[in-house]
């Protein structure tokens, strides 16, 4: 079953089954561990990155590398991909000016950039309060 539209590796499958499946993604609430994995990981050294941006910890960068990182780079390794987008989730649900509504519509429309399917998002809903 094909769940996230992106790009696949055996890393990054374990890693979105690890984190959104098994770990609940809720990015109000993410897991100890899932911050402790976003600090590990940096940004690459790829000729679509400039320069001053290689080399930075996911976990540090600014909304709009996160952005390209996640739904727009060429050349970036999957598991990369991913980790950029579940910390661009969880930058985004920190942001005064957005609703609940607005971050659970974003992570699951499957049709743009997001990462779990409405079906199986059932938790984020309830975890969140929306109706």
């Known amino acids: 079953m094909a769940i996230w539209k992106r790009k696949h590796s055996p890393k990054s499958r374990s890693l979105y089954r690890k984190y959104i499946f098994k770990g609940k993604f809720?990015?109000?609430?993410?897991?100890?561990?899932?911050?402790?994995?976003?600090?590990?990981?940096?940004t690459p050294s790829i000729r679509h990155i400039q320069e001053r941006d290689r080399g930075l910890r996911l976990s540090t960068i600014s909304m709009e590398l996160l952005e390209y990182l996640a739904f727009d780079c060429v050349g970036i390794s999957a598991h990369i991909q991913l980790l950029s987008a579940i910390q661009y989730y969880i930058k985004f649900a920190e942001d005064e000016d957005v609703t609940k509504e607005d971050v659970y519509i974003e992570i699951t429309d499957m049709e743009s950039c997001g990462l779990i399917p409405e079906i199986m998002a059932k938790y984020l809903r309830d975890e969140l309060e929306i109706v």
């Open 26 to 42: 809720n990015p109000y609430n993410p897991t100890n561990e899932l911050l402790n994995e976003l600090r590990e990981w940096v």
